[in-house]
């Protein structure tokens, strides 16, 4: 049975790394108060020169076990927190579309979120899901399904800023946090991401395949605490791109717009 990532994070912090570094860090410690120890006694009793002289020497070994210790210490830690970036790395990136996943962007994006209630700034969510993907898997297979996914995730990766935060939530599901921006830059984003899926063939076999995705938009509201709020709005304004058509951007300003028609 294969150990969760997390898991392995946890077991490598809690056991390989503590236990060496603590044997490390013994030896350390116990080697500099041999050498007090030593100093203080070559200093108070031994007036022969020939004794004080093999002394020092001890002494001198005993510095030279403290140094390779302490050097092994520094490099255990070095090596522990690449390791630790490596895992974590491993823990929030999509395996399959090389993208952050759903762990990161709740993460990184709560804070993105909260940030931007503390300064009292813009924020809006991109919920996006591709069209028909269903028929795609169960007519040409998951491989297929698979190199669709990574090229809508390249497209996404390609239109959005350093400071925007993408995740492939699950499935066919993908969640953009646009820092700083308000409804209608949002808009304008998720329509040139929109036109840029939908002209992005795939080949196969020598045939085009064409891809087209709905999103939806919904901005940070004065009542949202957390990223989830504003990530359920923007849902609800995706299940109306869908219902209305699909390939299709739909804000929640204009779900009111809609409602208030009917």
Known sequence: MKIPIEKQIKQYYEKDFSNFASNLLIRIKVTHIAVIFLLIINAAFFTSESTSIIVQL????????HDYDDNNLKKALTKNTLQAIKLNK??????????PNRRYFFNMGEKAFQLAIRDKTECTVLFIDLDHFKKVNDQLGHDVGDDVLKMVAGALESAIRISDILARLGGEEFAILLPNTDLSGANT?????RKLVEKTPYNHQGNEIFITVSIGVAKRDKSDLSLKDTLKRADLALY??????????????????????S
């Open 90 to 99: 491993v823990a929030t990136k999509d395996h399959l579309t090389q993208i």
């Open 240 to 261: 109306q791109a869908k219902y209305s058509g699909r390939n299709r951007t739909m804000t929640e300003a204009e779900i009111h717009s809609v409602n208030k028609a």
């Open 189 to 193: 984003l998720s329509e040139s991401i």
């Open 58 to 65: 001890i002494i001198a070994i005993l510095i030279g076990i």
